[in-house]
């Protein structure tokens, strides 16, 4: 089971990007998912995370601008990210905190290998 991430690159202050993670392998259904970030010389930090009914909990420096969702029919969860500002320069990284098949448990706590987003004018 692995969980792969994409959408990063070079963005201009004010413009927007859209993250997407997607988890492969034999699984039927995953619960709680979310994005981090590492930022140079910082610790890796939660940007957002969104539960098996839709719930989603946002970072106070990122609410308003960036959107979590998830595709449960492609076991996918996206981040899109609006009025992108320098400070968001980062490595985003994809999380699963359990994936299941068949009602059994086949992975804990999946990471994905993370996706540069650089804002810079």
């Known amino acids: 089971v692995q969980l792969q991430a994409s959408g990063g690159g070079l963005v201009h202050p004010g413009g927007s990007l859209r993250l997407s993670c997607a988890a492969s392998?034999?699984?039927?259904?995953?619960?709680?998912m979310g994005w981090y970030r590492r930022a140079p010389g910082e610790q890796r930090e939660l940007v957002a995370r969104?539960?098996?009914?839709?719930?989603?909990r946002y970072a106070d420096s990122v609410k308003a601008r960036f959107t979590i969702s998830r595709d449960d029919a492609k076991n996918t969860v996206y981040l899109q990210m609006n009025s992108l500002k320098p400070e968001d320069t980062a490595v985003y990284y994809c999380?699963?905190?359990?994936?299941?098949?068949?009602?059994?448990?086949?992975?804990?706590?999946?990471w994905g290998q993370g996706t540069l987003v650089t804002v810079s004018s």
């Open positions: 999380q699963a905190a359990r994936l299941y098949l068949g009602g059994v448990v086949v992975g804990r706590d999946r």
């Open positions: 392998g034999s699984i039927r259904s995953i619960d709680s």
């Open positions: 969104i539960t098996t009914d839709g719930s989603a």
